[in-house]
């Protein structure tokens, strides 16, 4: 038996008429002053020299005009094969020197398809060149590396995407990329593009080996930070062999009887602290541990008929090489580290970092380092113009100051963007454009 709806719905548009009639719109007026200082910073020559392209008749475009419009599309939130397409077509980004003009998706498949994993490597070799030349920047002589994995979910079909490491869905297939941080100035400095079966620290020595190797020799020591699962001999090894420093912290699964073995002492009603020396199963000697207990709870236990109350603690160990701190300071500086977890998620989320998913997997590594490049050229722009854009996450900068719609106007010799003369943050825009000129015209 049918049962009708009998209940009446109301709509009441409102009186305001739409129209398709306004030519030339832009929903990144921002752009173009984005694309000013990406070419000063010589990532669109640097394609260029990296992926030359001979022109022939069934070729519009070049491999490195692809790449360029894949890293603006990142920058502006552009996180599907499909959209790329339509972000090329914008009267803005179709304008902008050396980017293709209405490029299809088919044609920025091929292009990547043909790279493969030849190209995959090369495009690697040349960022991992390019971000430690911009690292040497900073002008120090120690600086700090924060390493860490992400998981990517998939869906489908896809080359490598296999059941791993997913916190956030169990059992799922996806990818496992490793990456590494330079802490003082958040740039990416080194990634690679994995398998979801691959543990945390798989393939760890010859990552920071690829990774201190390309460091320039203004830099001479590093200190590394990671989480417990980079707790590995053979790291420590290389990294004492090159007179680094380290601060790894220890899974409690085989530690926890040892720790509570250890004489603690009390820093306050809560905390309390231990040192220890110990060397596990196949290392060549003993290291340095630093533990901390922190009383969680009191929980109610009886024993003989009468009620007691029994302590329950947290622990947190870690091992470290670094000399003169204690543990509750060595607790300190490895809770720094959890700086690198935002670092990610602005890179996944900002930056569109493993979201745009083929089932090539040699084109997905290729998409995620151009994600990466998009994230680093993202956070030279803010560090250039001003500390409060540098505060803030890329989503909240590219909201205020890309993504803002406005009308392209072509003249004889000149094109302008007209932005709407009610901006909110028009004033802010005005000093990052000049900030970003000046820096530019040096």
């Known amino acids: 038996m049918q049962v009708k709806n009998t209940k009446k719905m109301s709509f009441v548009t409102t009186k305001v008429k739409k129209e398709f009639t306004s030519g030339q719109l832009t929903s990144y007026s921002g752009l173009s002053v984005i694309s000013d200082f990406i070419k000063h910073i010589g990532i669109y020559d640097s394609l260029n020299e990296w992926f030359p392209t001979v022109r022939h008749n069934a070729s519009l475009f070049s491999t490195a005009q692809v790449l360029s419009s894949i890293v603006l599309s990142n920058l502006c939130g552009v996180h599907r094969m499909s959209r790329m397409e339509n972000f090329t077509h914008d009267p803005l980004v179709s304008r902008l020197p050396g980017l293709p003009k209405n490029i299809d998706e088919d044609t920025i498949r091929g292009h990547l398809s043909l790279m493969g994993e030849r190209g995959a490597g090369h495009l690697h070799a040349s960022l991992l060149k390019f971000n430690s030349a911009e690292a040497s920047r900073c002008g120090l002589s120690q600086i700090t590396l924060d390493c860490d994995s992400t998981g990517l979910t998939t869906y489908g079909n896809r080359q490598g995407a296999e059941a791993g490491y997913n916190p956030h869905k169990k059992g799922a297939k996806g990818y496992h990329p490793l990456l590494c941080f330079l802490s003082e100035s958040k740039l990416l400095l ?106 969680k709870e009191y929980v109610q236990k009886e024993f003989f008929g009468e009620m007691e109350l029994i302590p329950v603690y947290d622990y947190f160990c870690y091992c470290s090489n670094l000399k003169g701190l204690d543990a509750i300071k060595i607790h300190r500086l490895y809770g720094e580290r959890s700086e690198s977890e935002n670092w990610i998620e602005q890179a996944k989320n900002g930056l569109c970092a493993g979201r745009t998913i083929t089932r090539d997997f040699w084109v997905n590594d290729i998409l ?50 007209k932005m709407p003369k009610e901006y909110y943050w028009k004033q802010k825009w005005r000093d990052f454009e000049q900030q970003l000129a000046c820096k530019i015209a040096v």
């Open 190 to 295: 080194n990634s690679w593009f994995r398998p979801g079966s691959a543990y945390t620290s798989n393939g760890i020595l010859d990552f920071m080996n690829e990774t201190l190797s390309a460091l320039p020799e203004a830099i001479k020591r590093v200190f590394f930070r990671a989480d417990s699962g980079f707790f590995n001999g053979d790291l420590f090894d290389l990294l004492e062999k090159g007179g680094h420093s380290y601060l790894v912290k220890v899974k409690l699964k085989n530690l926890k009887d040892l720790l509570q073995k250890q004489s603690w002492e009390k820093v306050d009603a809560k905390t309390a602290t231990c040192k220890f020396t110990h060397r596990c199963g196949n290392w060549q000697k003993g290291r340095a541990f630093y533990g901390v207990r922190i009383l």
């Open 368 to 417: 995620w380092q151009l994600s990466q490049l998009a994230y680093n050229i993202s956070i030279m722009i803010r560090y250039v113009t001003d500390f409060w854009a540098w505060r803030q996450e890329h989503t909240t900068f590219r909201r205020w100051f890309i993504c803002i719609p406005g009308k392209v106007v072509k003249s004889a010799r000149r094109i302008t963007v």
